[in-house]
């Protein structure tokens, strides 16, 4: 019974070595594969494809490591539908939908020299690149980029895995020298919608402050506002208020001011127009300027905040250069007519406009005969955009 035994178990060790030697003859060009390390895929964007979009035209950046001590005349970047080496499990199904047909390289740092092969060996799904064979250094990082490769095509996203062999042989042919895989996945697409409704932002106060820089209508202040000292024939009282306007309208904004003159009782100051500021002659009147100059006959007002640049910022006072009656947009003349329009979204070209501050400059000049009183107005700016 001993000597049966035994003999059982040197047949058994004979079958074992057997199947050994069967393996190695099957799968001879991955037995001494070394590894490929730091390898990598990240799926570019190609035109209005997105890099991971299923089905996109895409393209495919490849990064990694090559161990070296060795020729390299071609690699093979074989997508299958598993991550296993083909050292382990030869079987490869290529991803549903992808296509490399296409692909062209143009991208290579490291070892260089490669072209993408264009015969029949390289079939769907197994792109490789080959030049003459040369010797790559110990450690060798390298890159290749695949142009106009297009994803699988499921539309859930898909894992998919790139198995990268290198060879001596210029045509992937005979036993591989490095080989390593790596994974990507596409995913489905996020599609955002938003809607920019028709828009006019606009207020009217003492001022109006910014935040962030920018002209902010939650910041105006009260309406009240107090010229600098009291009417008298021989000096000018000044007073400011502002108002801000942006709107997305195609044919921009018009700014009108509305209201009577300053009154107190039946008393009155006579409204100008497009005149300059004179003591002791009955004038109330307006303007959308700097008056502050070196020049200038009375220091008040200021330009409009932020500056026209005739494509974002469009806002500007106007006069008759815009085709209008008086004139609001000259240094030094004021005008007041109820209803005139005083500033639009016209400046290079009649459209819509980012936030801006107007600076109202307001003149009080009167006689030695004017009646005292409080005389006082309400005036009303209206802003009115076409759409």
Same mark, same amino acid.
């Given at each position: 019974?001993?000597?049966?035994?035994?003999?059982?178990?040197?047949?058994?060790?004979?079958?074992?070595?057997?199947?050994?030697?069967?393996?190695?003859?099957?799968?001879?060009?991955?037995? @001494?594969?070394?590894?490929?390390?730091?390898?990598?895929?990240?799926?570019?964007? /190609?035109?209005?494809?997105?890099?991971?979009?299923?089905?996109?035209?895409?393209?495919?950046?490849?990064?990694?490591?090559?161990?070296? =001590?060795?020729?390299?005349?071609?690699?093979?970047?074989?997508?299958?539908?598993?991550?296993?080496?083909? +050292?382990?499990?030869?079987?490869?199904?290529?991803?549903?939908?992808?296509?490399?047909? &296409?692909?062209?390289?143009?991208?290579?740092?490291?070892?260089?020299?490669?072209? *993408? /092969?264009?015969?029949?060996?390289?079939?769907?799904?197994?792109? !490789?690149?080959?030049?003459?064979?040369? &010797? *790559?250094?110990? /450690?060798?990082? $390298?890159? %290749?980029?695949?142009?106009?490769?297009?994803?699988?095509?499921?539309? /859930?996203?898909?894992?998919?895995? $790139?198995?990268?062999?290198? #060879?001596? @042989?210029?045509?992937?042919?005979?036993?591989?020298?490095?080989?390593?895989?790596?994974?990507?996945?596409?995913?489905? =697409?996020?599609?955002?919608?938003?809607?920019?409704?028709?828009?006019?932002?606009?207020?009217?106060?003492?001022? $109006?402050?910014?935040?962030? @820089?920018?002209?902010?209508?939650?910041?105006?202040?009260?309406?009240?506002?107090?010229?600098?000292?009291?009417?008298?024939?021989?000096?000018?009282?000044?007073?400011?208020?502002?108002?801000?306007?942006?709107?997305?309208?195609?044919?921009? %904004?018009?700014?009108? $001011?509305?209201?009577?003159?300053?009154?107190?009782?039946?008393?009155?100051?006579?409204?100008?127009?497009?005149?300059? @500021?004179?003591?002791? *002659?009955?004038?109330? =009147?307006?303007?959308?300027?700097?008056?502050?100059?070196?020049?200038?006959?009375?220091?008040?007002?200021?330009?409009?905040?932020?500056?026209?640049?005739?494509?974002? #910022?469009?806002?500007?006072?106007?006069?008759?250069?815009?085709? #209008?009656?008086?004139? #609001?947009?000259?240094?030094?003349?004021?005008?007041?007519?109820?209803?005139?329009?005083?500033?639009?979204?016209?400046?290079?070209?009649?459209?819509? +406009?980012?936030?801006?501050? !107007?600076?109202?400059?307001?003149?009080?000049?009167?006689?030695?005969?004017?009646?005292?009183?409080? %005389?006082?107005?309400?005036?009303? %700016?209206?802003?009115?955009?076409?759409?």
């Amino acid at each position: 019974m001993k000597t049966h035994h035994a003999s059982l178990i040197k047949i058994s060790g004979l079958l074992v070595l057997t199947f050994a030697l069967v393996l190695q003859a099957v799968l001879p060009g991955f037995a @001494s594969a070394a590894q490929i390390t730091a390898r990598s895929l990240t799926l570019m964007a /190609n035109g209005s494809d997105g890099g991971s979009k299923p089905g996109g035209v895409v393209n495919h950046a490849f990064a990694f490591t090559l161990p070296g =001590g060795s020729n390299v005349g071609s690699i093979k970047f074989q997508y299958c539908t598993t991550a296993a080496d083909s +050292s382990i499990t030869p079987t490869c199904v290529k991803p549903t939908g992808l296509t490399t047909t &296409s692909a062209t390289l143009s991208g290579q740092t490291g070892a260089t020299g490669f072209t *993408v /092969n264009g015969t029949t060996l390289a079939t769907d799904g197994a792109p !490789y690149i080959t030049r003459t064979a040369a &010797s *790559v250094s110990s /450690n060798t990082a $390298v890159t %290749y980029q695949f142009n106009t490769i297009t994803n699988p095509t499921s539309v /859930n996203g898909e894992t998919f895995f $790139v198995r990268i062999t290198s #060879y001596a @042989s210029t045509d992937t042919t005979g036993s591989a020298i490095d080989s390593g895989t790596v994974a990507a996945a596409t995913a489905r =697409g996020i599609d955002l919608t938003g809607t920019m409704p028709e828009s006019l932002v606009f207020c009217a106060g003492a001022t $109006v402050g910014t935040t962030s @820089s920018v002209p902010d209508c939650s910041t105006v202040t009260t309406g009240a506002v107090t010229f600098n000292q009291l009417f008298s024939p021989t000096d000018t009282a000044t007073a400011t208020s502002q108002m801000a306007a942006s709107t997305n309208a195609g044919s921009g %904004y018009v700014i009108t $001011v509305n209201g009577p003159t300053l009154t107190s009782g039946g008393n009155t100051v006579s409204a100008i127009n497009s005149t300059a @500021s004179i003591k002791g *002659v009955s004038q109330f =009147g307006l303007n959308l300027k700097l008056n502050t100059t070196a020049t200038s006959t009375i220091a008040v007002g200021s330009e409009i905040a932020v500056a026209s640049n005739g494509t974002n #910022y469009r806002g500007q006072a106007v006069g008759t250069a815009q085709g #209008y009656t008086n004139n #609001y947009n000259t240094v030094d003349s004021f005008s007041f007519t109820s209803g005139d329009p005083v500033a639009n979204s016209g400046n290079a070209t009649l459209g819509g +406009s980012d936030a801006q501050i !107007y600076t109202v400059s307001y003149i009080v000049n009167v006689p030695g005969s004017q009646p005292a009183g409080t %005389y006082t107005t309400t005036l009303t %700016y209206i802003c009115t955009p076409t759409f």
